[in-house]
């Protein structure tokens, strides 16, 4: 039976100016966690939140998470936690945002104060972190009272997790969710996470999945230090001529990976899958845009999203130790190091990946028969995560986006990852949503970060509406 | 004949004291001429040395060369100029040396203070400037004081061209060069430059010959901007890919450059040059000593001598655009440019070098098939230069080497350039003896930069030596 929506819908429009006002003072906080000096203003902005939630009847908690590691006098911004309801007979359904944002400041290009929203004649609301993440956070604080306010009954328990750290590593969140999964979390029946963006600018979408990363360095040396070509050229081996024939042997330029066993280990394509592809609403030209070129390696849509999403990828980043100013100089460098990373995908387990990588590099450098010294090793590996689409928790998203929005919502993977998605699966064990609100044009990390008024009201009456389908909808999993 | 010389050495060995004071002075004149700050003291270094030879009697002028490029509010220190000796009957030896020297500075890691001269019990003058190239410069100036002193007549009219911009790329040198040929150097009958070193600590040498140096650029463009790697991954075809791989196909590990058609502009090897190198002394100890480790190409000393002085070699310096710094980034970069240069020899001539490299590249681009922009270009060519060294202006030398160090000296060549020696061989039409002073411990452009007392007061002996025998020579050129 569909949820009766309209009193609260109703609602969300009523209040709409009182909620652009909350995202005004949201805002106006310039809660930027990478910048020393702002770590009281990221502590008042989850403050803010802790207040308005409590006005609103949640039960709150600030969680300290202790001193920043490598800035042992700075202590990390606190998660802020809460409970709106707890009834046993309800879903219980976490969600989790950040209250912090990226650095801004007018003299990187932004053409409005980074922390004064401003609204266009579009309904374009600039200012840092109204996209990301403010807004969805506040999403959840509104629906919470749009629903007080028109009466209705609210139709979940809901947990909600708050961090203010996202932009700077989530700094000791990983530790806090597996902690708090058997305790403050444990009655979780599933996840919610809107911190992501929609594929274009008219289509919502339902994001399952992200792609992994595993980050490698290699590492070549020789000579006890730098050396001038003029007087070496010829009689020593250089670590740069070896470092750019391996790093020349790990990927093609349509990028085919040359590593062997590595495409072995990609989950096969089904034909279900396969078949998804073709409706998502998006372009060559869309890509075309973003690129600024045409410099593309597939010509149509299908394969390039299956490369963006489903595929491994293998990026060359660049080389640490070598001349990498303009102009020119006659140098040798003594020690070199090469950066490249692999975005992964189901069943590519990282340590199958770094086996493989590491064989392969050190083939290849015994191939070239120097004498120089090799050291290959992973910088860091995130898993990727892919969740079951036809899990209730994602059809009563997509009812929820057919029923605000009047279209069914793509369903999206990512290539990039969001790594607390996976924390999240695994702490609890339960399924994890990634339910966008802004677009694909908000520029989140950019100047100019916007988030469209529509996409927030409706983003709002979304996630309540969200919520009103989980509570119907029959636990059926699969 | 061999000249009567006795009265010269003996009154050099007794104006010691009072040569180093005369480097002590100069070494105190802090004349870096890359630090816009020190430039009046690189002009008051210039009028130090104007002074001490017109007192010596030398006919002297300090030729301003304009402002500075680049920098227009900077007047570039003036060329001191200077004649002694007019005696028709008399050759005329151009002697070229510098005034300005490397920065230096305690912080950088000096243990003494590097314009205060400072002389260890091992007879070891430190200072900046003091081998580089202040040392040789005043070499000149005590050779005619000591001849005065000793009451010999000078056996050579003596023009000096001494530049203050040598360490800063020798700007605006070129063209005084080519317009004085005919004019104040219009009677050289030979060049002598000593601005280089010994190839060891123990045995002189006599340098004949230098490689040139063309520098390259790779640009490959593609993307607008930079790009994530987890969303553009697998659907942009990357430029550092399309980049590694040719700059991976350029040289091998042991040094082979793979660009056709570059070994056979080379000079062959003849059976009397091949000779020469079993003689010379250098061992490969030494080699691994100076670079650090053993990662040499060759195990032999005469293959590691001929790789570094006649053959060419093919060194990548390092990519800009790229990501450089320590740690990771997942960054896609949009626009990449490889730097390599190769290190040239005879017949080598630098047109042809830029054509085969041209063609390659882009042949090794074309088999890449990548819709990314290639653009490959010239920064900068100096040509090799070589001497004959059984020129009259060698043959001098070289008794002069064995009368005073009791040796004959090795004829060397050098992997790196000067480039004022061609410029001065191809203005004048005339033989240039590059004759080093110092030796290979000298650290010229390192901290501890030094001198030793037995290689400058050996040396002011071994300069007017030379021209004693460069005045009895036979006019005999080969």
Chains 1, 2 share one sequence.
Request: aromatic share 8%; with cysteine.
């Amino acid at each position: 039976m569909a949820p009766q929506l309209d009193g609260y819908f109703k609602q969300v429009d009523n209040l709409s100016d009182h909620f652009i006002e909350r995202l005004r003072k949201a805002v106006a906080i310039p809660s930027v966690s990478a910048d020393e000096a702002r770590r009281p203003d990221v502590v008042r902005m989850g403050e803010f939140l802790a207040d308005e939630l409590t006005a609103l009847g949640a039960q709150v908690e600030k969680r300290p998470l202790g001193k920043q590691p490598g800035l042992e006098h700075l202590e990390l911004p606190p998660v802020v936690i809460a409970r709106y309801g707890n009834d046993k007979k309800k879903r219980t359904i976490l969600v989790y945002g950040h209250y912090d944002v990226q650095p801004a400041g007018k003299e990187d290009g932004w053409a409005t104060e980074p922390f004064e929203l401003t609204i266009d004649d579009k309904g374009r609301m600039y200012g840092r972190g109204s996209t990301d993440d403010k807004g969805p956070v506040l999403g959840w604080l509104n629906a919470i009272e749009a629903h007080q306010k028109a009466g209705v009954d609210f139709p979940v328990n809901l947990l909600m997790c708050f961090e203010g750290m996202e932009e700077y590593g989530s700094e000791g969140l990983d530790d806090f969710i597996k902690e708090e999964a058997n305790k403050f979390f444990a009655d979780t029946d599933a996840v919610c996470i809107s911190d992501n963006y929609w594929l274009g600018t008219e289509k919502p979408c339902l994001t399952y999945g992200l792609r992994g990363c595993s980050y490698y360095s290699i590492e070549i040396s020789g000579p006890g230090q730098d050396l001038h070509s003029g007087v070496f050229g010829g009689t020593a081996q250089e670590p740069m001529t070896d470092l750019v024939r391996i790093l020349g042997s790990l990927v093609d330029t349509n990028g085919k990976i040359q590593i062997p066993g590595l495409a072995e280990l990609v989950a096969p394509l089904t034909d279900d899958e396969k078949a998804l592809y073709g409706d998502i609403a998006f372009t060559m030209d869309n890509l075309h845009e973003s690129l600024g070129s045409q410099t593309t390696i597939h010509n149509d849509k299908e394969n390039t999203l299956m490369a963006r999403w489903r595929y491994p990828s293998l990026s060359v980043h660049g080389i640490e130790g070598a001349f990498s100013q303009p102009g020119a100089k006659t140098v040798i460098p003594a020690k070199v190091t090469g950066k490249f990373s692999i975005r992964t995908v189901p069943n590519m387990e990282p340590e199958d990946v770094d086996r493989l990588v590491f064989k392969y590099v050190d083939e290849q450098f015994k191939k070239l028969g120097s004498k120089n010294t090799l050291r290959c090793f992973l910088q860091h590996a995130g898993k990727w995560w892919v969740a079951s689409p036809k899990h209730w928790n994602f059809s009563s998203a997509a009812k929820a986006v057919e029923r605000v929005w009047g279209v069914k919502p793509d369903l999206t993977r990512e290539g990039g990852s969001i790594p607390v998605t996976l924390t999240f699966e695994q702490a609890t064990g339960k399924n994890v949503l990634l339910l966008p609100m802004g677009s694909s044009t908000d520029a989140a990390h950019s100047i100019n970060e916007k988030l469209d008024k529509r996409n927030y009201i409706e983003g709002i009456k979304l996630l309540g509406a969200y919520l009103h389908y989980v509570a119907e909808e029959p636990m059926v999993e699969q």
